[in-house]
């Protein structure tokens, strides 16, 4: 049986490149099964400024309480429906 490199996260995950030029980034769009109906993303930095550890640490994040953490501030989705996470790269806009 296959098991989710995150616990708790469902199997309707995409990994994309958003945005471009200078600002693109990947980021990860999943749901996770205590929140149904609910779509997460999370950004990583370009490679130029990770380290390798960004998928240790969003795991990390995910299964110690950082999405139930930020539920409880009532995060409002972007325009695409998405609530991205608060400790996710964000890019210098």
Known sequence: MRRP??????DDFDVRIV???????VAILFSHE??????FG???PPPDEADGHEAI???EEVE???????????PQPDGDGIIWTSW??????
Do not use: C, E, N
């Not at 490199?5 to 469902?10: A, F, N, T, W």
């Not at 945005?19 to 980034?25: K, T």
């Not at 996710?88 to 806009?93: D, I, M, V």
């Open 57 to 59: 640490w969003l795991k």
């Open 19 to 25: 945005w471009s030029g200078d600002d693109a980034h």
């Open 88 to 93: 996710g790269w964000t890019p210098s806009r």
């Open 42 to 44: 999370h950004r990583f």
């Open 64 to 74: 110690t309480g950082a999405l139930a953490r930020q539920m409880r501030q009532h």
């Open 34 to 39: 205590l929140w149904p109906g609910v779509r």
């Open 5 to 10: 490199y995150i616990s708790g996260l469902k």
